[in-house]
């Protein structure tokens, strides 16, 4: 079974358009966040949901947009595209705020033409 | 600032002993974490360091000195399939959020 799981795996589209990535995790976690990782790979905290409650929402352009529906769901919606967008994001899980191991999903790479 | 180091690139012989470092300057600390990253794919979680001093798992060690901001990773016997980037990362007080440092690029070479 994944435990964590994100779609699309691969996205190609052009400078301006609006995408969605979508994220869910069937593990029971309270927790989810979404990351950043570019070309150098680096990876960098953008946004972080406790029971739907956002909790972290780091220096990230008003452009992208996370949504959490339920606990198990955590969304990405990334409005007028850029080059700079380009990079891999992953979805991750942890089982609550407290210091836990973060569960990551398999990562969408975005690639804005 | 926060601020995590890792050495970029290391290559080692299998069946060798490597070691991987990690400094780190937060505001505070509130534990550190080894991820294991495979190309192309999710990081994987190693190890948790909350206290000082050495936690073993298997073939993978980690150390943790929180009065010197120091943590490193250590890989004994090791196999082809432990080439990946490393990576640590550090929770500072007071916050929720993870700071990870940009990894070290493990070559295993036979």
């Known amino acids: 079974d994944t435990a964590v799981s994100q779609t699309p795996k691969y996205l190609v589209t052009q400078m301006g358009n609006d995408k969605s990535i979508k994220c869910e995790q069937n593990?029971?976690?309270?927790?989810m966040y979404w990351y950043k990782q570019d070309s150098k790979k680096f990876l960098k905290i953008m946004f972080s949901y406790n029971n739907k409650e956002l909790i972290i929402n780091e220096t990230v352009p008003n452009r992208f947009s996370p949504k959490s529906p339920d606990k198990a769901h955590l969304n990405l919606h990334i409005n007028s595209l850029e080059l700079g967008d380009s990079a891999v994001y992953f979805c991750?899980?942890?089982?609550?705020?407290?210091?836990?191991?973060?569960?990551f999903g398999p990562g969408t790479r975005l690639t804005v033409t | 600032g926060q601020n995590i180091d890792q050495p970029t690139e290391m290559t080692a012989t299998e069946g060798a002993i490597v070691q991987i470092n990690c400094t780190y300057q937060t505001s505070g600390f509130n534990g550190l974490f080894w991820y294991q990253q495979h190309a192309g794919e999710a990081p994987t979680f190693l190890s948790y360091?909350?206290?000082?001093g050495l936690e073993e798992k298997g073939r993978f060690s980690s150390f943790l000195s929180r009065s010197k901001g120091y943590s490193y990773l250590l890989l004994k016997e090791l196999q082809m399939k432990d080439s990946a980037s490393y990576l640590c990362a550090v929770r500072a007080s007071g916050t929720y959020k993870y700071i990870f440092g940009t990894g070290t690029r493990l070559k295993v070479l036979a």
């Open positions: 593990l029971g976690h309270d927790t």
């Open positions: 360091n909350v206290l000082d």
């Open positions: 991750a899980s942890s089982p609550g705020l407290a210091n836990y191991e973060q569960y």
